[in-house]
């Protein structure tokens, strides 16, 4: 089973900051953290991962906990077409994936 | 695009037939894995292979099977196809064996519909 925890669903307003937690209070010292999301029934579309540090991409950033725990998604300017089903992962073979949490942005 | 491609897009069959998706990994990915999304429902992970060998098997059924050619493309093989099995069938690659430094990319699946 996924080692994840995150909230079922969350909403965010059009062009605020979107921030997703996630726990992963298990997280081996080898362990990356992957976020993915799923807008419909499209393929998961993959965002950022990292280890330790806090990492940015053009389409998101990850911050994560010194002691690893946990860490948080951050799309810093959300539009409509962020609405998708963002999943949190840890892993280090098969990539198993838990329930994610649903972003609803509205206008 | 994600560079993953996988066939067909849509499948309608009966019950009690056979199946075969395909999918072909990205330029250079060795690592192929299937997985399940059922209406509404959660990515179940059913297996994975790394260069030709299983690496990982999730929650596959007896009735299914999957292997990875030596041009690293994938093959699931889906049997006595009941009404459960429609679903959603996704394939992701990745350039390593698991884990790690090596995100997964995903195709557009295959959504099968059993009749």
């Known amino acids: 089973d996924a080692k994840t925890t995150q909230p079922p669903s969350m909403d965010c307003a059009e062009g605020r900051a979107a921030n997703l937690p996630c726990n992963h209070s298990?997280?081996?010292?080898?362990?990356?953290v992957y976020w993915y999301r799923q807008i419909h029934s499209q393929g998961p579309q993959y965002i950022i991962h990292g280890l330790k540090n806090n990492e940015t991409n053009e389409m998101a950033s990850l911050i994560i906990t010194e002691d690893r725990k946990s860490s948080t998604l951050i799309l810093p300017h959300a539009t409509l077409r962020d609405t998708a089903v963002y999943y949190c992962?840890?892993?280090?073979?098969?990539?198993?994936f838990g329930a994610g949490t649903r972003l609803t942005v509205k206008p | 695009d994600s560079g993953v491609t996988q066939t067909p897009k849509h499948l309608i069959t009966a019950t009690g037939q056979r199946v075969t998706l395909r999918c072909s990994p990205r330029s250079g990915d060795l690592s192929v894995y299937w997985y399940q999304q059922s209406l509404d429902q959660g990515l179940q992970f059913l297996i994975q292979y790394y260069n030709g060998e299983e690496r990982a098997k999730g929650n596959i059924l007896e009735r299914f099977s999957a292997q990875q050619f030596p041009d690293l493309h994938s093959e699931l093989n889906l049997s006595s196809l009941e009404l459960g099995d429609s679903a959603l069938y996704f394939c992701a690659s990745s350039v390593g064996g698991g884990g790690g430094n090596s995100p997964l990319h995903f195709g557009n699946g295959t959504r099968l519909t059993v009749t």
């Open positions: 992962i840890s892993y280090n073979n098969d990539m198993r």
């Open positions: 298990t997280i081996s010292g080898n362990e990356y």
